[in-house]
């Protein structure tokens, strides 16, 4: 699967940004999706995960309430939308999609194709 991931830049703190992930390569329906996080110098970390319908969600708790993560099967395509963002926000953020279809979502485990990462930048 290829996963390309757009939508970073920079924002001011409590503004918004919605993120996006286009798949190709494999039936999109088919696979657990997720976002994950990574600092300068620090591990890439979990953010959200959405099961291959969408009927299942899950969220890290420093995100729970200010990001929604969603998809649209019809169009390949995987969201993070991002509300009252804050400086520690900050980070590349990265799309990913379980290798093993129709396996649900166990926060952080399964996750094995990733895409490049989009930037996202918090200023205060």
């Known amino acids: ?10 924002v ?5 940004l919605r993120l996006s992930c ?4 494999r039936i999109f329906s088919l696979y657990s999706m997720g976002w994950f996080r990574q600092e ?6 979990f953010v959200a995960a959405i099961n291959s319908n969408g009927g299942y969600i899950d969220y890290a708790d420093s995100v729970q309430g200010r990001f929604t993560i969603s998809r ?7 969201y993070l939308q991002m509300n009252s963002l804050k400086p520690e926000d900050t980070a590349v ?8 279809p129709l396996r649900p979502v166990v926060r952080e485990n399964g996750f ?13």
């Open 40 to 45: 300068p110098g620090k591990d890439r970390v």
């Open 22 to 25: 286009s798949a190709s390569g």
């Open 12 to 16: 001011r703190v409590g503004g918004s």
């Open 112 to 124: 094995g194709s990733w895409g490049q990462g989009t930037l996202v930048t918090v200023s205060s």
């Open 72 to 78: 649209d099967n019809a169009k390949n395509t995987l």
């Open 1 to 10: 699967v290829q996963l390309q991931a757009f939508g970073g830049g920079l």
């Open 93 to 100: 953020y990265y799309c990913a999609a379980h290798d093993v």
